[in-house]
């Protein structure tokens, strides 16, 4: 009789990365998102926003992994808040290009730092050098898995 496939769920990569991205998602979102009125979703794309500048909506798409109808959606939420603004490309009138308004940055820069607290927190006692290690693995782990689609 053949043996059963058993998988030690303790010891499953995608577990273990799914469950430190939950209770990094929901102690965020709990601590600093939802009194704000965002989503995790919102908070990425104002970060990307925060870090890169204005951005085409596409490159958000990329850049946060939130498919292109969620994309539009939020960002239009996103608008309405007075957060980022939309407007046409100066080189596509296809392309929409988004940027932080005033009140979408002073609200990143605010909430910036609640971010790296909370890194800080779920990153403890790991050394520096391990810390960068796990993240270049990391993102290499997310391209192979882009390359695959």
């Known amino acids: 009789m053949a043996e059963r496939p058993q998988l030690d769920l303790g010891n499953y990569l995608p577990y273990l990365i799914n469950r430190v991205g939950f209770a990094l998602v929901e102690s ?3 601590d600093a998102l939802v009194r704000n009125g965002l989503s995790i ?9 925060s870090n890169r500048g204005e951005q085409r ?25 007075g957060l980022v603004t939309r407007a046409r490309s100066k080189t596509s009138s296809r392309e929409v290009v988004v940027a932080l308004s005033p009140k979408g940055s002073a609200l990143v820069q605010r909430l910036i730092p609640i971010a790296q607290q909370l890194e800080q927190t779920a990153s403890a006692g790991l050394p520096a050098k391990d810390l960068a290690v796990l993240k270049r693995l990391l993102s290499q782990m997310y391209e192979n898995l882009a390359r695959g689609r």
């Open 57 to 81: 909506q596409i490159d958000l798409v990329d850049m946060t992994s939130i498919d292109a109808s969620t994309m539009s959606r939020l960002v239009t939420r996103l608008v309405r808040m």
């Open 28 to 30: 965020f979102t709990a």
């Open 41 to 49: 979703a919102m908070w990425r794309v104002l970060a990307a926003l």
